[in-house]
């Protein structure tokens, strides 16, 4: 994979049949404004393009049937399932919310959409210039899940808006993103009158010290230095 620091603009269009007694596919992907749409040979035409540079690890796209819930100015739910749009809509703008108070700083995208993928999806979550993926897996109704979200939220600041140049320097996104995570998450619940189990933060935080333990033990002195 081009290290962080290769960065480019893009630009993507992409024809898909149109299908009798099917709607139309959806297109999700990392843009600077809504896509040009258009019909054209029995097909849907989707014209993307991004005049930001960005390393093309922060590229995402995906193809396929939702119907997108507005949850108000510049931001958009999209879920297999109407059931799951109540709870993952109020924690989404309670997390943005949370997250700017403690940051100081608003959102640094203008519009977001928040995409609920195929179960093929092999990570939890990924987040891209004004776009979240989240695995369906973290929608089994334990809200205690959604911290994955939390985390994905904190990427657009770090990770996207300050980033590192290679790869060894992952700290600046990961690091941060999992440091405010549960922050973030905590005060979610807390506007959304939801239980907070302080137990579990206990957990996570003797996980992550073990995990990073492991991740030391294997690494070279010099790559353990900032």
């Known amino acids: 994979q081009d290290l962080p620091r290769g960065l480019a603009t893009w630009s993507l269009t992409l024809s898909l049949p149109l299908q009798l007694h099917q709607p139309p596919y959806t297109v999700y992907c990392t843009e600077d404004k809504e896509a040009t749409v258009y019909e054209e040979e029995q097909c849907h035409v989707w014209r993307s393009s991004t005049t930001r540079l960005l390393p093309i690890s922060a590229f995402a796209l995906a193809v396929g049937r939702w119907t997108p819930l507005s949850l108000g100015p510049g931001l958009r739910l999209a879920t297999p399932s109407l059931n799951t749009n109540a709870l993952l809509g109020r924690y989404l703008r309670a997390a943005l ?19 609920v993928v195929h179960r093929s999806f092999s990570g939890l979550g990924l987040c891209s210039p004004a776009l979240i993926f989240l695995s369906p897996s973290l929608l089994a109704g334990d809200p205690a899940l959604l911290i994955k979200l939390a985390h994905e939220v904190t990427h657009a600041w770090f990770g996207l808006a300050i980033g ?16 405010l995570e549960d922050s973030i998450h905590d005060l979610v619940l807390e506007e ?35």
């Not at 939801?194 to 010290?209: D, E, K, S, Y």
Request: with cysteine; proline share 6%; hydrophobic share 40%.
């Open 97 to 115: 919310k949370a997250a700017s108070s403690l940051l100081g700083h608003p959102h640094p995208e203008p519009r977001l959409d928040l995409v």
């Open 192 to 226: 959304l009158g939801l239980p907070r189990h302080r137990q579990l933060v206990g957990l996570r935080a003797i996980n992550r010290f073990l995990q990073l333990e492991e991740e030391v033990s294997c690494s070279r002195s010099e790559l353990q230095e900032l």
């Open 164 to 179: 590192a140049e290679d790869w060894a320097e992952q700290w600046l996104s990961e690091g941060f993103a999992t440091f």
